[in-house]
């Protein structure tokens, strides 16, 4: 799942693709890298980041979807959307495949009966409290735990509406301090326990910036590490800036799978 951001101020300042032409070419190389879905976003959702009304969200979002449309006519589209009515828009207007949700529903309480009523896939992820107060003070007594546990309970609220194709999403980054992070990566395989596919995304994020003390212009190493234990702890699609990179990883990962 190769990321576009229809943004001017997400966390990864090479991510950022707003004028038509830079929309083009990021479909393009996503695409060309051998990336198989492309997630649009038009709000950032970095820690911190500033409040963005719908109207806002639906015009950068539909512009992009526009572009991306044409320009990559093959890909699966998926929208990075929090807001039941943009998700909604995304999918009767542009033909949108999944919607991800980076609330896991807590943020629109229309969400989970939108999705279950335009039957589209659905990433379910695990964020507490907002991008404006995520990282304020992120506490667990037990982060793996009380993770799944939450996402348990939405996944039956989203499968007493019928819904059948739900991707897990633990949220690195989202509530959780560093030590969370490598908590949930270590006993990633825990997650196995839905029986449904477990979407990462640790892309650039600070869990790689902080411990090796870079920006995220220099976590492309660090990310591909990262994915690749992200991998052999089951993990079904990888979410990432750098599509080139993680499609290595992934096809070297299948490699070794063929000679055990």
Same mark, same amino acid.
């Given at each position: ?13 090479? *991510? ?6 830079? /929309? $083009?070419?990021?479909? @393009?190389?996503?695409?060309? =890298?051998?990336?198989?879905? +492309? ?13 963005? *009304? ?6 950068? /979002? $539909?512009?992009?979807? @526009?572009?991306?449309?044409? =320009?990559?006519?093959?890909? +699966? ?184």
């Amino acid at each position: 799942m190769g990321i576009l951001n229809a943004t001017p101020d997400s966390f990864y300042a090479g *991510s950022r693709t707003q004028t038509e032409l830079k /929309l $083009a070419e990021r479909a @393009q190389q996503i695409i060309s =890298e051998g990336g198989a879905i +492309i997630d649009v976003g038009a709000y950032s959702t970095r820690p911190g980041a500033a409040d963005v *009304s719908a109207e806002e969200e639906w015009e950068r /979002l $539909a512009n992009a979807l @526009q572009v991306v449309r044409r =320009e990559a006519p093959e890909a +699966i589209l998926s929208v990075d959307t929090f807001r039941a009515e943009i998700a909604r828009r995304s999918v009767e207007t542009f033909g949108v495949s999944i919607i991800n949700d980076i609330s896991g529903g807590d943020a629109d309480a229309q969400m989970f009966d939108t999705v279950a009523e335009l039957r589209v896939p659905y990433v379910l992820m695990h964020c507490q409290g907002t991008p404006q107060t995520m990282q304020q003070a992120p506490s667990y007594k037990n982060v793996t735990a009380e993770v799944i546990t939450d996402l348990s309970r939405k996944v039956r609220q989203l499968r007493q509406r019928g819904m059948r194709d739900v991707i897990i999403d633990p949220g690195f980054g989202f509530g959780k301090t560093l030590e969370h992070n490598y908590t949930l990566l270590r006993q990633l395989e825990d997650f196995r326990i839905f029986d449904l596919p477990l979407l990462v995304g640790v892309s650039r994020k600070s869990m790689i910036t902080k411990p090796l003390d870079i920006t995220a212009e220099d976590a492309l190493n660090g990310t591909t590490a990262l994915n690749a234990f992200a991998l052999m702890k089951g993990t079904h699609i990888l979410r990432v800036h750098d599509v080139k990179a993680a499609v290595e990883v992934v096809k070297l990962f299948e490699r070794v799978k063929l000679k055990e």
